[in-house]
């Protein structure tokens, strides 16, 4: 599986790592260097790369680690560098390579510190805070030939994650 969600809301979807294996791409910069870090040390696996340079080889180093080390993927689809909330095309192409269905993810939290100049509007849930996540409607694996779909795929995934979002709030 694939676990879409907003480059905002990566702080308070850390726990999935574990119990769910999860496997996911990091920029080679010093906030890299700490994802990859935290990502590890709770039994998770990263790909490395950036947007500017190593983008397609992380894809793919994210693939081969899904398919053979039977990890899921998590894609943060609005990043990395935004605009926010708007799904790219990366999480498509990383159904379409590894066959994997994407699962959108919501999330909300009764008490968090939300980042406001950040360009993610990041979201920290307090200690001690109720966190809800929410694992939506899932889009079935992109198959070879329909890259011509990704722009209606796109609003249909960005509508599923907020719908995800919704439901997770009025669970708080």
């Known amino acids: 599986m694939i676990f879409a969600h907003w480059h905002g809301h990566e702080l308070g979807i850390i726990h999935l790592v574990k119990p769910f294996r999860i496997a996911t791409m990091t920029s080679t910069s010093k906030d890299g260097n700490l994802v990859d870090f935290v990502v590890r040390k709770l039994g998770g696996a990263t790909s490395r790369g950036s947007s500017t340079r190593g983008s397609v080889q992380a894809l793919k180093g994210l693939v081969r680690i899904c398919n053979s080390g039977g990890y899921n993927a998590s894609m943060a689809v609005d990043g990395p560098k935004g605009p926010i909330y708007k799904v790219k095309p990366g999480v498509f192409a990383l159904s379409r390579l590894s066959q994997f ?43 070879k030939g329909n890259e011509y779909k990704v722009k209606n795929l796109s609003e ?15 669970s708080i």
């Open 101 to 143: 269905p994407i699962v959108p993810l919501g999330l909300a939290s009764s008490r968090s510190k939300i980042f406001e100049r950040s360009w993610n509007k990041a979201l920290l849930p307090w200690p001690f805070s109720k966190v809800v996540v929410v694992f939506g409607r899932v889009v079935p694996p992109m198959e």
């Open 156 to 170: 249909e995934l960005e509508q599923r994650i907020w719908q995800s979002c919704e439901q997770a709030s009025n």
